[in-house]
C-alpha cells in the first residue's frame, strides 16, 4: 500500500484545511487508518483514527469538537477536516494505515504504511 497526502498549507489560526490522504491497494477498504503529526522537536503524535467500516472515529483530546476524519473506501481515500486551527498544531502531517489491528490505534508502531507527509503551518 502506498499512501499519498496532500493538502497541506499556510493558514492563518482560526482557519481550516482538508488533508485528503489517497491510497493504492485493493486492501484499503479493510485497513485502519490514522492521521498523525510531528512538530520538529517533538515526538510523531497521533490525532485521529477511522476503523475499515468508517465508524468508530477516535480523536485525540487536543483536537476534538474541530477535527472530523472520515473515509471513502470507494476511492481509496481518508479525510482530515481540520477547523479553528491554532499555531501550536503547526507540524508535518502523516496518514498512516494499520493491517493488522481491528480497532483505531494511537500507537505509531501499529501501523504498517505511511505516507510522506504535508507540512501544515498555522500563524498567529
Known amino acids: 500500500v502506498q499512501l499519498q497526502a496532500c493538502g497541506g498549507g499556510l493558514v492563518q489560526a482560526g482557519g481550516f484545511l482538508r488533508l485528503p490522504c489517497a491510497a493504492s491497494g485493493r486492501s484499503f477498504s479493510s485497513y485502519v487508518m490514522g492521521w498523525f503529526r510531528q512538530a520538529p522537536g517533538k515526538e510523531r503524535e497521533f490525532v485521529a483514527g477511522i476503523s475499515w467500516r468508517g465508524g468508530s472515529p477516535y480523536y485525540a483530546d487536543s483536537v476534538k469538537g474541530r477535527f472530523t476524519i472520515s473515509r471513502d473506501n470507494a476511492k481509496n481515500t481518508v479525510y482530515l477536516q481540520m477547523n479553528r486551527l491554532k499555531p501550536e498544531e503547526t507540524a508535518v502531517y502523516y496518514c498512516?494505515?494499520?493491517?493488522?489491528?481491528?480497532?483505531?490505534?494511537?500507537?505509531?508502531?501499529?501501523?504498517?504504511?505511511w505516507g510522506q507527509g504535508t507540512q501544515v503551518t498555522v500563524s498567529s
Open positions: 498512516a494505515a494499520a493491517r493488522s489491528i481491528l480497532a483505531v490505534s494511537s500507537t505509531p508502531s501499529d501501523y504498517d504504511y
